[in-house]
């Protein structure tokens, strides 16, 4: 699944570059230069952080050859919402921030990108924050050429809730080969010092969301357990990509097979979801113990703050759910399921019959509540299907969704238990921003 999360809580930072970095105007390029941005921009669409998110892909070819082609004054949000990702004319770019948390992902995986020394180069694409416009890090650039440049400014960036950056293209002076090592150390640095300032976004309420949020699990004295929804797999085979792979017998899991009958098997969408959570305890330095679902005991669960991720796939979260107003419901004859409100009997919301697919949409229930049974805090991040569990979690580790749901909250919700209904758009596999359709709250 695609993912992806707010900059100030990406566990990746972007490399800082040598101090004898220079700029150029994008219209100062030549030719060959950006026959050589395309090419890395060809290497980045291929590469495994971009080519398994359509929207992600979508939107860097876009900025990229609209700044190559001199369009770059047409990267607007709301521009590019109508061009990229088919917005009407009119939409609602508050309601609907879909650029900027694509915006988002791209910056994240870019610098996913560049970290891996393995994809260092004498080209290098940003996206820098508060701007759409990217700018081209070329190595070889003459400092005169860099003294010619004009101030640059933020007449590219329409209302993006971010730090001020630059826009325009940029060229830098690669480092040489025998400080790679001295530059290595840096960025480790930097990594490290950026992760104590991830939970400090620069918006002062998204920084008071997030910590009414996530206070009764980070402030607990025990560790947090994060228990992850498995499929308990009885037949499954395994055939090895011989492109790829030496061996060519198939490894099978079921009765005949070599493996245990009953194997756990976790989603990679939840699996995601539960590395962004963890990154997030990281940051705060909370400790934490991961576990799956088939592996939980009741026990585990009193031992201290809990995180439930997945739903159908978690028994624990449907037990903790099952007396809330939104629960989880299945038919085993049809094989469809779907999330019940308690207060709307017979309403089946975001239904999901197996036969559907692929989805246009997807609901997920996140809750805040402290558990009767356990005596423990606990958080459910579950969806209908692994993508609307992967949007929950985008929604409770995003400080601008934070932000946003606590300015339409209760003043004293974060006193209360809370169940909130998360929506998210699923396009082309890929699930969108997630929106708070509906709010619960109660006394604990």
């Known amino acids: 699944m695609a993912g992806k999360k707010a900059e100030a809580f990406s566990l990746i930072t972007e490399q800082p570059f040598p101090s ?15 026959q050589a941005i395309r090419e890395e921009l060809r290497l980045l669409l291929a590469s495994k952080q971009f080519h398994t998110s359509h929207r992600c892909l979508t939107l860097l070819r876009h900025v990229v050859e609209e700044t190559l082609n001199g369009n770059s004054g047409s990267l607007k949000e709301r521009l590019v ?55 081209f890090q070329i190595a070889g650039l003459s400092p005169r050429a860099a003294e010619d440049v004009a101030p640059r400014h933020l007449e590219n960036a329409e209302a993006e809730p971010e730090r001020p950056a630059a826009s325009g293209a940029q060229a830098a002076i690669g480092p040489p080969r025998k400080r790679r090592w001295i530059w290595g150390l840096a960025v480790g640095i930097a990594v490290a010092a950026a992760s104590l300032l991830l939970l400090r976004p620069s918006h002062p309420q998204a920084q008071d969301a997030f ?37 060519s017998v198939s490894m099978k899991l079921g009765p005949n097979g070599d493996y245990p009958k009953d194997m756990p098997v976790a989603v990679l969408a939840d699996a995601e979801t539960l590395a962004n ?24 669960l009193q031992k201290g703050p809990v995180v439930l991720l997945g739903a159908f796939n978690n028994d624990w979260t449907i037990r ?26 017979g309403v089946r919301i975001g239904e999901v019959p197996q036969a559907h697919w692929p989805l246009l949409e997807d ?13 423990q805090p606990t958080i459910v991040v579950a969806g209908v299907t692994p993508s609307a ?41 890929d699930p969108g921003p997630p929106q708070v359709v509906a709010s619960y709250f109660w006394q604990r």
């Open 20 to 34: 004898d970095s220079h700029s150029t105007d994008s219209a100062r390029l030549s030719d060959s230069e950006r």
């Open 81 to 135: 919402g109508i061009s990229v990702f088919q917005r009407d004319a009119d939409y609602d770019t508050n309601s609907d921030p879909v650029v900027r948390m694509a915006a988002g992902e791209v910056r994240k995986k870019l610098a996913q990108y560049y970290y891996d020394p393995a994809n260092q180069s004498k080209i290098r694409i940003e996206l820098p924050t508060g701007s759409y416009v990217p700018e």
């Open 211 to 247: 910590e009414r949020f996530w206070s009764p699990v980070v402030t607990s004295p025990n560790p947090v357990l994060l228990c992850m929804g498995q499929m308990r797999a009885t037949r499954v085979q395994l055939d090895p990509n011989p492109s790829r792979n030496p061996f």
């Open 277 to 300: 959570v963890a990154g997030l305890l990281n940051a705060v330095k909370k400790a934490y113990t991961i576990r799956g679902e088939a592996s939980t005991t009741f026990v585990d």
């Open 320 to 345: 903790t759910t099952q007396s809330m107003r939104l629960h989880f419901e299945m038919d085993p004859k049809s094989l469809s399921w779907w999330i019940e409100d308690r207060q709307k009997p």
């Open 363 to 375: 609901y997920a229930v996140v809750a805040r509540i402290f558990d009767p049974q356990t005596q």
């Open 389 to 429: 569990t992967y949007a929950a979690g985008e929604f409770i580790t995003n400080p601008l969704y934070l932000d946003d749901f606590s300015t339409k909250a209760p003043r004293d919700w974060n006193a209360k238990n809370m169940e909130l209904l998360i929506r998210t758009n699923i396009v082309d596999g």
